[in-house]
């Protein structure tokens, strides 16, 4: 009987979750999911200068939205660090691990020596096979792991493929500092050990420690979980991935006003993919998700795709959970947060009625929200200087007999507005534009709204005859 997938998602509290970690997040979560197993939340707050309560409020804000949850409480790293420097004992008792007394100027002396021969720095085992009898006074010595001098340590990677390591070039990393507190790769180990982690799905930038990690892992005779390393995300140039790229956290996006369905779309086909499907609900990525079909190539961020993307998802999304979504984002919005304080039930009806037109054009909810600021806005209007220019005395005169046309209808809906105003159109002998103009302006005090017709069924026969008169 095979045991159940564990996945962990393993950040570091030292900044926001960018868009990078919110991926590996989410293939994380879906592997889990697809296996009907668990991912663990690791906070790797090991650094406690560089640690912050702040980012990791960020990190778990930026998941909660996303939509990804985890198994149990979080798990901080910085409360294991006993177990770890007991595992560091233990092997130095195993013989697997020894002590190194070398002093900080040795160690650079190492180093140029390093440069000087055209290698990489690294320890070169002075102390490796020294007795401690030798150790000089006052240096309190680091525990380093005893790493195989000959042959290759191979990573039988779920992306990357087999990728074998000349041990050679691996040298005895420290695994316990001069003061007692682990490294890096002790300490991932021995969490993922004890968190029963059987999948470790990360970054290609960590394929260098996973041989590091393996070798511990055999030291101890415990079992080496199963590596997934995706390629990094550049930028749409193909170069490193920056702010400009799309190098941000994931609370951007949100204040940017995409939704969270198609941010786990647009993340999941970075890298990964699932014959030519673009439109992949977060039910069937859960379905069809798995590691052989992640590219080993870097994927490209482009915002262009991801607007396109958001857009089909607006179009997509009801429109009485659209009032939701732009509820919920105007409270996190100072950009739009006079309009959540606006929102009566009258204006949430009317809200709900401007997003059928105003979802066709808009690619975010910043497009939805300032397409739907008319609905909000306090009489009298102030007109936008284009808007200003439709208002002029001829303007006035047509509005004033389109008035008493629009106080008679019986029934005020999309139909009747609209026939109303085209029977006006014909009895005066104007085109359409010459009422349409002065209409859009006087009743948005802009230039661009949805059509006229719907913009005076959204607002009402009174709002719409009380915002004319304003102007006349």
Same mark, same amino acid.
């Given at each position: 009987?095979?045991s159940?997938?564990?996945?962990?998602?393993?950040?570091?509290?030292?900044g926001?979750?960018?868009?990078?970690?919110?991926?590996?997040a989410?293939? &994380?979560?879906?592997?889990?999911?697809?296996h009907?197993?668990?991912?663990?939340?690791?906070?790797?707050?090991?650094?406690?200068?560089?640690?912050?309560?702040?980012?990791?409020?960020?990190?778990?804000?930026?998941?909660?939205?996303?939509?990804?949850?985890?198994?149990g409480e979080?798990?901080?790293?910085?409360?294991?660090?006993e177990?770890?420097?007991?595992?560091?004992?233990?092997?130095?008792?195993?013989?697997?691990?020894?002590?190194?007394?070398?002093?900080?100027?040795?160690?650079?002396?190492?180093r140029?020596?390093?440069?000087?021969?055209?290698?990489?720095?690294?320890?070169?085992?002075?102390?490796?096979?020294?007795?401690?009898? %030798?150790?000089?006074?006052?240096?309190?010595?680091?525990?380093r792991f005893?790493?195989?001098?000959n +042959?290759?340590?191979t990573?039988?990677?779920?992306?990357?493929?087999?990728?074998?390591?000349?041990?050679? %070039?691996?040298?005895?990393?420290?695994?316990?500092?001069?003061?007692?507190?682990?490294?890096?790769?002790? *300490?991932?180990v021995?969490?993922?050990?004890?968190?029963g982690?059987?999948?470790? #799905?990360?970054?290609?930038?960590h394929?260098?420690?996973?041989?590091?990690?393996?070798?511990?892992?055999?030291?101890?005779?415990?079992?080496?979980?199963?590596?997934?390393?995706?390629?990094l995300?550049?930028?749409?140039? +193909?170069?490193?991935?920056?702010?400009?790229?799309?190098?941000?956290?994931?609370?951007?996006y949100?204040?940017?006003?995409y939704?969270?369905?198609?941010?786990?779309?647009?993340?999941?086909?970075?890298?990964?993919?699932?014959?030519?499907?673009e #439109? #992949?609900?977060?039910?069937?990525?859960?379905?069809?998700?798995?590691?052989?079909?992640?590219?080993?190539?870097?994927a490209?961020?482009?915002?262009d795709?991801?607007? &396109?993307? &958001?857009?089909h998802?607006?179009?997509?999304?009801?429109?009485?959970?659209?009032?939701?979504?732009?509820?919920?984002?105007?409270?996190?919005?100072?950009?739009? *947060?006079?309009?959540?304080?606006?929102?009566n039930?009258?204006?949430?009806?009317?809200?709900?009625?401007?997003?059928?037109?105003?979802?066709?054009?808009?690619?975010?909810?910043?497009?939805?929200? %300032?397409?739907?600021?008319?609905?909000?806005?306090?009489?009298?209007?102030?007109?936008?200087?284009?808007?200003?220019?439709?208002?002029d005395?001829?303007?006035?005169?047509?509005?004033?007999?389109?008035?008493?046309?629009?106080?008679?209808? +019986?029934?005020?809906?999309?139909?009747?507005?609209?026939?109303?105003?085209?029977?006006?159109?014909?009895?005066?002998?104007l085109?359409?534009?010459?009422?349409?103009?002065?209409?859009?302006?006087?009743?948005?005090?802009?230039?661009? *709204?949805?059509?006229?017709?719907?913009?005076?069924?959204i607002?009402?026969?009174?709002e719409?005859?009380?915002?004319?008169?304003?102007?006349?």
């Amino acid at each position: 009987m095979t045991s159940p997938v564990v996945t962990r998602f393993a950040p570091s509290p030292t900044g926001f979750l960018h868009i990078g970690g919110a991926r590996t997040a989410l293939f &994380n979560w879906l592997f889990a999911r697809h296996h009907n197993g668990k991912m663990l939340l690791r906070i790797e707050d090991t650094d406690r200068q560089r640690s912050t309560q702040g980012a990791i409020d960020a990190i778990l804000d930026g998941l909660r939205w996303l939509g990804l949850d985890w198994e149990g409480e979080p798990f901080f790293q910085h409360q294991h660090l006993e177990r770890h420097a007991d595992i560091a004992q233990l092997l130095l008792d195993s013989g697997k691990a020894y002590k190194c007394y070398c002093t900080s100027e040795e160690l650079e002396k190492m180093r140029e020596a390093a440069r000087e021969a055209g290698r990489a720095a690294s320890y070169d085992g002075t102390w490796r096979d020294r007795d401690a009898s %030798e150790a000089p006074e006052g240096i309190k010595p680091v525990i380093r792991f005893r790493s195989p001098e000959n +042959g290759v340590t191979t990573v039988e990677d779920h992306v990357q493929g087999s990728v074998t390591v000349s041990n050679s %070039e691996l040298d005895d990393l420290i695994i316990l500092r001069s003061d007692g507190t682990p490294t890096y790769n002790l *300490s991932v180990v021995v969490d993922d050990h004890d968190m029963g982690v059987t999948h470790v #799905i990360r970054g290609d930038d960590h394929l260098t420690n996973a041989a590091r990690q393996s070798q511990i892992y055999e030291a101890l005779d415990w079992p080496v979980p199963v590596f997934a390393h995706i390629p990094l995300i550049h930028g749409s140039d +193909g170069a490193k991935l920056s702010k400009r790229h799309g190098a941000l956290g994931v609370e951007a996006y949100r204040d940017m006003g995409y939704l969270p369905p198609a941010l786990r779309n647009y993340l999941v086909r970075l890298g990964w993919s699932h014959g030519d499907e673009e #439109i #992949i609900s977060t039910e069937q990525m859960v379905e069809w998700f798995g590691l052989e079909a992640i590219g080993k190539s870097p994927a490209r961020f482009d915002f262009d795709k991801l607007n &396109n993307l &958001n857009a089909h998802y607006l179009r997509a999304t009801e429109d009485e959970t659209l009032v939701s979504e732009l509820k919920q984002f105007w409270q996190t919005s100072d950009a739009f *947060s006079d309009l959540h304080d606006k929102l009566n039930p009258e204006r949430t009806d009317q809200l709900q009625l401007a997003l059928a037109p105003l979802k066709e054009r808009a690619k975010t909810l910043i497009d939805l929200s %300032e397409g739907a600021s008319f609905v909000f806005a306090e009489r009298p209007l102030t007109l936008e200087d284009g808007a200003a220019k439709f208002i002029d005395e001829e303007a006035r005169r047509t509005l004033a007999a389109l008035c008493p046309e629009l106080e008679a209808l +019986g029934k005020w809906s999309l139909a009747t507005v609209e026939a109303a105003i085209r029977s006006f159109t014909e009895q005066q002998g104007l085109k359409l534009g010459k009422v349409a103009q002065p209409l859009r302006a006087a009743l948005t005090g802009t230039t661009k *709204s949805p059509g006229i017709f719907d913009v005076l069924n959204i607002l009402g026969r009174e709002e719409t005859l009380d915002r004319i008169r304003d102007q006349l």
